[in-house]
Nanobody
Framework: VQLQASGGGLVQAGGSLRLSCVAS????????MAWYRQAPGKQRELVAL???????HYAYSVRGRFTISTDNAENTLNLQMNSLKPEDTAVYYC???????????????WGQGTQVTVSS
């Protein structure tokens, strides 16, 4: 599985951005998909998750502002980010988590990251 993220950029506080992550295959029904972010000097943190069953979950800090979604026809994971704050500044990574089966181990695939900068 290869993941290609895009959509980052520079935006003023209160603005919006939409991140996209194109997967190399049809994996959304098998893998959980997520967006993580990592700010300078901080650990990578989970931002939003959508399970293979379609349930979505959000970090408390982005709840009500960010929306995670998938486009199965385009094999694309999206993150709509509204009401952006300077503290949202980070490199954002898309992630695909493959669950273990009786014959294979679990595994995490990562995209290359896209920079989001929110100015005050």
């Amino acid at each position: 599985v290869q993941l290609q993220a895009s959509g980052g950029g520079l935006v003023q506080a209160g603005g919006s951005l939409r991140l996209s992550c194109v997967a190399s295959g049809s994996i959304f029904s098998m893998n959980d998909m997520a967006w993580y972010r990592q700010a300078p000097g901080k650990q990578r943190e989970l931002v939003a998750l959508i399970t293979r069953g379609g349930s979505s979950h959000y970090a408390y800090s982005v709840r009500g502002r960010f929306t995670i979604s998938t486009d199965n026809a385009e094999n694309t994971l999206n993150l709509q980010m509204n009401s952006l704050k300077p503290e949202d500044t980070a490199v954002y990574y898309c992630n695909s988590h493959r669950w273990a089966t009786p014959t294979t181990a679990s595994y995490d695939y990562w995209g290359q990251g896209t920079q989001v900068t929110v100015s005050s």
